[in-house]
Protein backbone atom coordinates (compact mmCIF):
# COMPACT_ATOMS: atom_id res chain seq x y z
CA UNK A 1 0.00 0.00 0.00
CA UNK A 2 1.14 3.09 -1.16
CA UNK A 3 1.81 6.11 1.06
CA UNK A 4 0.75 9.97 1.12
CA UNK A 5 4.51 10.45 0.27
CA UNK A 6 4.52 8.25 -2.48
CA UNK A 7 1.58 9.15 -3.81
CA UNK A 8 2.31 13.24 -4.09
CA UNK A 9 5.65 11.60 -5.95
CA UNK A 10 3.80 9.86 -8.21
CA UNK A 11 5.24 6.15 -6.78
CA UNK A 12 2.02 5.00 -6.01
CA UNK A 13 0.06 5.79 -8.71
CA UNK A 14 0.05 2.59 -11.18
CA UNK A 15 0.35 4.42 -14.32
CA UNK A 16 4.13 5.82 -13.15
CA UNK A 17 5.00 2.38 -12.45
CA UNK A 18 5.62 1.46 -15.76
CA UNK A 19 8.10 3.96 -16.13
CA UNK A 20 9.95 2.53 -13.24
CA UNK A 21 10.93 -0.64 -14.99
CA UNK A 22 13.48 -1.15 -18.12
CA UNK A 23 12.55 -3.65 -20.96
CA UNK A 24 15.93 -5.25 -21.11
CA UNK A 25 16.01 -7.23 -24.70
CA UNK A 26 18.52 -10.22 -23.52
CA UNK A 27 20.13 -10.71 -26.98
CA UNK A 28 21.53 -7.74 -26.98
CA UNK A 29 22.48 -8.10 -23.16
CA UNK A 30 24.15 -11.28 -23.84
CA UNK A 31 25.90 -9.74 -26.86
CA UNK A 32 27.69 -6.91 -24.82
CA UNK A 33 27.85 -8.98 -21.55
CA UNK A 34 29.76 -12.14 -22.22
CA UNK A 35 31.06 -14.42 -19.84
CA UNK A 36 34.86 -13.50 -20.20
CA UNK A 37 33.64 -9.84 -19.45
CA UNK A 38 32.20 -11.42 -15.88
CA UNK A 39 35.14 -13.06 -15.39
CA UNK A 40 37.85 -10.90 -16.32
CA UNK A 41 36.08 -7.14 -16.11
CA UNK A 42 34.27 -5.00 -19.30
CA UNK A 43 37.70 -4.41 -21.06
CA UNK A 44 39.36 -7.70 -21.48
CA UNK A 45 40.18 -7.56 -25.31
CA UNK A 46 42.73 -9.79 -26.22
CA UNK A 47 45.40 -10.82 -23.64
CA UNK A 48 48.20 -8.73 -26.02
CA UNK A 49 46.86 -5.51 -24.58
CA UNK A 50 46.65 -6.61 -21.07
CA UNK A 51 49.84 -8.27 -20.15
CA UNK A 52 53.55 -7.73 -21.26
CA UNK A 53 55.56 -9.91 -24.06
CA UNK A 54 57.46 -11.92 -21.40
CA UNK A 55 54.01 -12.52 -18.97
CA UNK A 56 52.30 -13.61 -22.18
CA UNK A 57 54.87 -15.54 -23.30
CA UNK A 58 55.21 -17.56 -19.70
CA UNK A 59 51.44 -17.91 -19.19
CA UNK A 60 51.65 -19.87 -22.71
CA UNK A 61 54.31 -21.70 -22.06
CA UNK A 62 53.78 -23.33 -18.50
CA UNK A 63 49.87 -24.09 -19.77
CA UNK A 64 51.33 -25.89 -22.63
CA UNK A 65 53.88 -27.73 -20.97
CA UNK A 66 51.15 -28.90 -18.64
CA UNK A 67 48.85 -30.27 -21.70
CA UNK A 68 52.04 -31.69 -23.44
CA UNK A 69 53.11 -33.60 -20.24
CA UNK A 70 49.17 -34.84 -19.53
CA UNK A 71 48.78 -35.63 -23.31
CA UNK A 72 51.88 -37.54 -23.24
CA UNK A 73 50.84 -39.46 -20.24
CA UNK A 74 47.74 -40.50 -20.71
CA UNK A 75 49.10 -41.24 -24.46
CA UNK A 76 51.01 -43.37 -23.14
CA UNK A 77 48.57 -45.21 -21.41
CA UNK A 78 45.98 -44.96 -24.07
CA UNK A 79 48.75 -46.60 -26.27
CA UNK A 80 49.79 -49.09 -23.73
CA UNK A 81 45.98 -50.54 -23.34
CA UNK A 82 44.84 -50.68 -27.00
CA UNK A 83 48.46 -52.56 -27.73
CA UNK A 84 48.15 -54.76 -24.50
CA UNK A 85 44.68 -55.81 -25.79
CA UNK A 86 45.46 -55.70 -29.10
CA UNK A 87 48.57 -58.66 -28.40
CA UNK A 88 46.35 -60.35 -26.20
CA UNK A 89 43.74 -61.07 -28.96
CA UNK A 90 46.51 -62.10 -31.13
CA UNK A 91 47.81 -64.74 -28.44
CA UNK A 92 44.16 -66.13 -27.88
CA UNK A 93 43.63 -66.23 -31.49
CA UNK A 94 47.31 -68.22 -32.14
CA UNK A 95 46.58 -70.66 -29.24
CA UNK A 96 42.79 -71.22 -30.54
CA UNK A 97 40.73 -69.80 -27.79
CA UNK A 98 39.36 -67.13 -30.83
CA UNK A 99 38.60 -67.42 -34.29
CA UNK A 100 37.66 -64.26 -36.06
CA UNK A 101 36.25 -64.19 -39.16
CA UNK A 102 38.68 -61.44 -41.12
CA UNK A 103 36.78 -61.16 -43.53
CA UNK A 104 33.55 -59.97 -41.67
CA UNK A 105 35.44 -57.51 -39.51
CA UNK A 106 36.18 -56.10 -43.01
CA UNK A 107 32.77 -55.70 -44.16
CA UNK A 108 32.10 -54.20 -40.89
CA UNK A 109 35.11 -51.82 -41.26
CA UNK A 110 33.63 -50.72 -44.48
CA UNK A 111 30.19 -50.20 -43.50
CA UNK A 112 31.47 -48.33 -40.88
CA UNK A 113 33.63 -46.01 -42.60
CA UNK A 114 30.48 -44.91 -44.82
CA UNK A 115 28.31 -44.49 -42.08
CA UNK A 116 30.91 -41.73 -40.46
CA UNK A 117 31.60 -40.28 -43.72
CA UNK A 118 27.75 -39.59 -44.50
CA UNK A 119 27.88 -38.23 -40.21
CA UNK A 120 31.22 -36.12 -40.78
CA UNK A 121 29.65 -34.08 -43.85
CA UNK A 122 26.89 -33.38 -41.61
CA UNK A 123 28.51 -31.90 -38.90
CA UNK A 124 31.16 -30.18 -41.16
CA UNK A 125 29.91 -26.51 -40.41
CA UNK A 126 30.22 -26.61 -36.74
CA UNK A 127 33.85 -27.75 -37.32
CA UNK A 128 34.26 -25.29 -39.75
CA UNK A 129 32.97 -22.47 -37.36
CA UNK A 130 35.04 -23.80 -34.24
CA UNK A 131 38.14 -23.94 -36.50
CA UNK A 132 37.63 -20.47 -37.39
CA UNK A 133 36.37 -18.91 -33.64
CA UNK A 134 40.26 -20.96 -33.02
CA UNK A 135 42.03 -19.65 -35.56
CA UNK A 136 40.83 -15.80 -35.12
CA UNK A 137 41.41 -16.55 -31.11
CA UNK A 138 45.86 -17.54 -31.88
CA UNK A 139 45.71 -14.39 -34.64
CA UNK A 140 44.55 -12.34 -31.63
CA UNK A 141 47.31 -13.55 -28.88
CA UNK A 142 50.08 -14.54 -31.27
CA UNK A 143 52.40 -14.21 -28.38
CA UNK A 144 50.66 -16.48 -25.88
CA UNK A 145 49.76 -19.24 -28.57
CA UNK A 146 53.24 -19.55 -29.59
CA UNK A 147 54.33 -19.69 -26.00
CA UNK A 148 51.44 -22.55 -25.50
CA UNK A 149 53.08 -24.36 -28.62
CA UNK A 150 56.56 -24.11 -27.26
CA UNK A 151 55.90 -25.25 -23.74
CA UNK A 152 53.42 -27.99 -25.12
CA UNK A 153 55.89 -29.38 -27.18
CA UNK A 154 58.49 -29.65 -24.04
CA UNK A 155 55.53 -30.87 -22.09
CA UNK A 156 55.62 -33.60 -25.05
CA UNK A 157 60.04 -34.41 -24.29
CA UNK A 158 59.72 -34.29 -20.47
Known amino acids: MATVDQREAGQGDPESEDELYEVVDLTEYARRHQWWCRVFGSNSGPIA ?28 IAATAVGGGFLLLQIANHSGYVQVDWKKVEKDVNKAKKRLKKKANKAA ?22 GFVGGFFLGLAS
Open 49 to 76: EKYSVTTQIAMGGVTGWCAGYLFQRVGK
Open 125 to 146: PEINTFIEEASDFIKRNIVLSS
